[in-house]
């Protein structure tokens, strides 16, 4: 199973019943697909950055979780229908020592390349 984190922006309207419910139904789509919710971090109302849905604040939430895609594809799916969510991110965590995604065919290891150097010298046209 891969490891993922998601955080989620609930509204601001909601009291500290309707977060908890939030929370349990969104780990339950979890759960009910195999998948396990490591850690749930309640980080509190905070201000955004800019307006979402009408709204200046959000209460956020965290989740660490060790899950299947099938349940991942889940919890976007309920996260994307659920009226009290603004907003969602689903992050896929790096393996140790592996790397995230597919090798090219034929490549043992990541290509190294080599970073863009600034320029020094403007160049006439």
Request: aromatic content about 6%; glycine content about 8%; overall charge positive.
């Given at each position: 199973?891969?490891?993922?984190?998601?955080?989620?922006?609930?509204?601001?309207?909601?009291?500290?019943?309707?977060?908890?419910?939030?929370?349990?139904?969104?780990?339950?789509?979890?759960?009910k697909?195999?998948?396990?919710?490591?850690?749930?971090?309640?980080?509190?109302?905070?201000?955004?950055?800019?307006?979402?849905?009408?709204?200046?604040?959000?209460?956020?939430?965290?989740?660490?979780?060790?899950?299947?895609?099938?349940?991942?594809?889940e919890?976007?799916?309920?996260?994307n229908?659920?009226?009290?969510?603004?907003?969602?991110?689903?992050?896929?965590?790096?393996?140790?020592?592996?790397?995230?995604?597919?090798?090219?065919?034929?490549?043992?290891?990541?290509q190294?390349?080599?970073?863009?150097?600034?320029?020094?010298?403007?160049?006439?046209?």
């Amino acid at each position: 199973m891969r490891s993922y984190e998601v955080i989620f922006i609930l509204d601001p309207g909601l009291g500290d019943d309707g977060v908890d419910a939030a929370i349990a139904t969104a780990s339950s789509a979890v759960t009910k697909e195999g998948g396990t919710v490591v850690e749930v971090q309640k980080w509190g109302k905070k201000r955004l950055a800019y307006e979402v849905k009408k709204r200046r604040e959000g209460h956020y939430v965290f989740f660490r979780l060790q899950a299947p895609v099938k349940a991942v594809a889940e919890l976007k799916r309920h996260l994307n229908i659920a009226e009290p969510v603004l907003k969602h991110l689903t992050v896929l965590m790096e393996v140790s020592g592996r790397r995230v995604g597919r090798a090219k065919k034929g490549s043992a290891t990541p290509q190294q390349t080599e970073a863009p150097r600034p320029a020094t010298e403007m160049q006439e046209a």
